[in-house]
Nanobody, 120 residues
């Protein structure tokens, strides 16, 4: 039905930058919201940022001013630009989309996760 392919994770030093991408494909009529969540070791999954189809964004307080979510509707892709990374940003990052399918139903889909490790 829907495939989400994430990329861009890796190992970076504190203060460094990474850019995550998540491309959606499948029987999608329309993607409503897109977002990024993360789950650190021993922690619950938490919201990082979301963006609506109209471009309205929400960023968690912990990442405001450092991370920026954006999307390319033509490519069904959502991005997360992460700057000034901190050790505490180390997590598995998950892409999330809410999509309306060609047959009219709306579903939430999750990516497979990409590891971001911030370490010196």
């Amino acid at each position: 039905q829907v495939q989400l392919v994430e990329s861009g994770g890796g190992l970076v030093q504190p203060g460094g930058s990474l850019r995550l991408s998540c491309a959606a494909s499948g029987s999608i009529l329309r993607i409503n919201s897109m977002g990024w969540y993360r789950q650190g070791p021993g922690k619950e999954r938490e919201l990082v940022a979301t963006i609506t189809s109209g471009g309205n964004t929400v960023h968690a307080d912990s990442v405001k001013g450092r991370f920026t979510i954006s999307r390319d509707n033509a490519k069904n892709t959502v991005y997360l630009q992460m700057n000034s990374l901190k050790v505490e940003d180390t997590s598995v990052y998950y892409c999330n989309i809410e999509a309306t399918m060609h047959w009219g139903q709306t579903y939430t889909h999750w990516g497979q996760g990409t590891q971001v490790t911030v370490s010196s």
